[in-house]
């Protein structure tokens, strides 16, 4: 292939990820799956479909955190597993605010259901991450991945690098024929701002949008679906 690609060199020699040999050849499931939260499945037709790609977006507080919680919980309970992706909390307060919304983490480790991989985004670049990401699905094989989020990981790096690194990930997950679940952090706290000048939003299945709204003088949460694959958004 010609052209530039990114890679990193790890102790098993060079990666490259070479996103021009890239082709839409991957299948489409018709089974949906479940996000962990009835009414949510509802606006959606039913869940997700297996092997989409799922993006949320909003500003800090809106619940993003809590939708992947139930996201990967909801695999394990169902017997299968899930690996989460942090890059904004550590694994005592994921496991800490998960378990006040009912969740164990701790239970579904144990299991061997659940894995959580936490890290700072500066920590390493956007090659090691995807290797790292590409090295856990292969060696744990989940169904279901989510990463929380990928504003974070998107700090310090130009454009062009993060998309790349954004296709490079949403390609492979759906290669491997799995359900993925990004989240998104945004700077308004009110009103729909574009999602789109990131180019994530043209590369997922689903756009789920996280805001503030006042009603009756008082603040609230909505939640809107903007895009779903094969079903009527509203």
Not at 25 to 30: A, P, Y
Not at 39 to 50: I, N, P, R, S, V
């Amino acid at each position: 292939m010609k052209g530039e690609y990114p890679f990193t060199i790890t102790n098993q020699g060079i990666s490259i990820f070479p996103l021009g040999a890239m082709r839409l050849t991957q299948r489409s499931s018709n089974v949906r799956v479940s996000s962990g939260v009835t009414t949510l499945d509802e606006m959606c037709g039913g869940g997700f479909f297996k092997d989409s790609i799922i993006l949320v977006t909003g500003a800090t507080g809106t619940g993003k955190t809590l939708l992947a919680s139930k996201f990967v919980a909801e695999s394990c309970l169902n017997g299968q597993r899930a690996v989460l992706f942090a890059y904004e909390e550590s694994r005592a307060q994921l496991s800490r605010n998960a378990y006040s919304w009912g969740i164990d983490f701790e239970a579904m480790e144990q299991k061997g259901l659940l894995k959580i991989i936490c890290a700072y985004p500066e920590s390493t670049g956007l090659e090691d991450h995807l290797q790292i990401i590409k090295s856990e699905i292969a060696e744990f094989k989940p169904e279901r991945i989510s990463i929380d989020s990928l504003s974070a990981l998107s700090r310090g790096v130009s454009d062009n690098a993060f998309r790349q690194f954004v296709v490079a990930l949403t390609g492979y997950a759906k290669q491997e024929e799995i359900t993925g679940f990004f989240t998104n952090t945004t700077d308004h706290f009110r009103g729909a701002n574009s999602i789109t000048e990131s180019h994530i939003s043209t590369i997922t299945d689903t756009i789920l949008m996280l805001q503030y709204v006042e009603i009756g003088g008082e603040m609230s949460r909505a939640i809107n679906v903007f895009k779903n694959a094969g079903f009527l958004a509203r």
